[in-house]
């Protein structure tokens, strides 16, 4: 049954991309649009076509310009338990094979206890050494979360490669992204930059990385950096 008019729709995600159906409604969602993103004009013509309004949660912020609503830390967070994850498994069964399944988890600590249970059972195959890490866009919510993660699994500090824009602004590709084995990207990009990682970087000897996770990035995003 169709909610009346005047009914507040609230989503954590936009509505599908590529539909035409005009929204009559106001929504509070992740729109994914004012930084124009793929299909952001068709997308925000058929709130005006529908007469809805769309508040998008990235761009409601209280008087000092602060945003009012975030998930960030918990994507870096999620993000990085994933990666170890996915980190622990390839090590585990090296041979080209599907990736890890993943499901929801009934707490934080119930995640956080699988990636340490995880890593603990991949490390003899890593030469008993803690995987190295790369947080890019260490300061941040999603970066912050990420690191939190590493430290409630176990990694040592000094396993854990926290970068922010002071390491990246000679611009890349770097080779510490290669020689780490998991590398998580959490920066927030305004404008296009060169990439952090090629093919031919990857190429170079001393490559030891086996995941990269993009916790705080939008593929569908006209910056995001290539590579």
Request: some cysteine; overall charge negative.
């Amino acid at each position: 049954m169709p909610a009346p008019v005047l009914h507040l729709c609230s989503e954590t995600k936009h509505l599908e991309r590529r539909s035409a159906f005009p929204p009559h409604h106001a929504h509070i969602q992740f729109g994914h649009c004012f930084k124009e993103q793929e299909n952001w004009d068709h997308y925000l013509s058929r709130f005006e076509r529908g007469g809805g309004v769309l508040y998008d949660i990235e761009f409601l912020t209280d008087s000092s310009g602060q945003r009012v609503s975030a998930f960030g830390y918990y994507a870096g967070f999620a993000g990085a338990a994933i990666a170890l994850l996915a980190w622990s498994y390839q090590l585990r069964y090296p041979t080209p094979r599907p990736t890890i399944d993943t499901s929801s988890y009934p707490s934080e600590a119930a995640l956080v206890d699988a990636v340490k249970n995880a890593v603990s059972s991949a490390i003899p195959s890593n030469g008993s050494r803690s995987p190295q890490v790369l947080v890019m866009g260490a300061l941040g919510r999603c970066g912050s979360g990420a690191i939190d993660l590493f430290l409630a699994a176990g990694l040592p500090s000094s396993s854990i490669l926290k970068w922010d824009v002071a390491e990246t602004t000679a611009g890349g590709p770097f080779h510490e992204v290669a020689t780490a084995d998991v590398f998580i990207n959490c920066i927030n990009l305004s404008k296009p930059i060169s990439p952090f990682i090629t093919l031919d970087s990857l190429a170079q000897p001393g490559r030891q990385q086996s995941y990269a996770d993009l916790s705080g990035l939008q593929y569908f995003y006209p910056t995001h950096p290539p590579g």
